[in-house]
């Protein structure tokens, strides 16, 4: 069982918004910032968003996270087939002295 | 183009030991800190261990901490990963990623490397 709880699955047609929950604690997300994972199997993680809401360069603006007490969660708007992903969240523990990752959320485009 | 190339997996038995290598390029290594992130066969991601960018401090998960050493060679853009006493759940898709500090994004990661511990 992961640290942080994701949903496992989210799903939404093309076009749609569809929005990817992580609930954490005190010691991760209430108090280090959250980063958010796109993962394809078979290659490598890509990284969608950092400090909470910024998105690294080259990642569509369709792509948005928000932070509020010890939850975080991940927008993406336009779904587009190419979507089709696992997505994680993650978070620095201070009472592990590591990182913890969600268990992933496995989205799908109908 | 930066780049993170791991090797070094394959089939080890229960109890034995495996060494994986993180070759990077593009970017000024010395200047990173660096993780060991995997994945177990139809799992997520977990997170291994971390390294800090010249070599002195270390964090290890719980699973791996007394079994498991990592390590760089900052002259040869390279990260280590020392695995002994190796169990089944060990088996996974290993990863090596870049890091911004102890706690800021992993924003450059390479494809894996397989690791199968099975006799």
């Known amino acids: 069982q992961s640290i942080l709880t994701q949903p496992p699955s989210a799903s939404g047609t093309p076009g749609q918004r569809v929005t990817i929950s992580c609930s954490g604690s005190s010691s991760n997300i209430g108090s280090n910032i959250v980063n958010w994972f796109q993962h394809l199997p078979g290659t490598a993680p890509k990284l969608l968003i950092y400090?909470?809401?910024q998105r690294p360069s080259g990642v569509p603006d369709r792509f948005s996270g928000s932070k509020s007490g010890t939850s975080a969660s991940l927008a993406i708007s336009g779904l587009q087939s190419e979507d089709e992903a696992d997505y994680y969240c993650a978070a620095w523990d201070d009472s592990l002295n590591g990182w913890v990752f969600g268990g992933g959320t496995k989205l799908t485009v109908l | 183009e930066v780049q993170l190339v791991e090797s070094g997996g394959g089939l080890v038995q229960p109890g034995g030991s495996l060494r994986l290598s993180c070759a990077a390029s593009g970017f000024t290594y010395s200047g990173y800190w660096m993780h060991w992130v995997r994945q177990a066969p139809g799992k997520g991601l977990v997170w291994v261990s971390l390294?800090?960018?010249?070599?002195?401090?270390?964090t290890y998960a719980d699973s791996v901490k007394g079994r498991f050493t990592i390590s760089r060679d900052n002259a040869k853009n390279t990260l280590y990963l020392q695995m002994s006493s190796l169990r089944a759940e060990d088996t996974a898709v290993y990863y090596c990623a870049r890091g911004r500090g102890r706690g800021g994004a992993l924003d450059i990661w390479g494809q894996g490397t397989m690791v199968t511990v099975s006799s």
């Open positions: 400090s909470n809401s």
């Open positions: 390294i800090n960018s010249d070599g002195s401090s270390t």
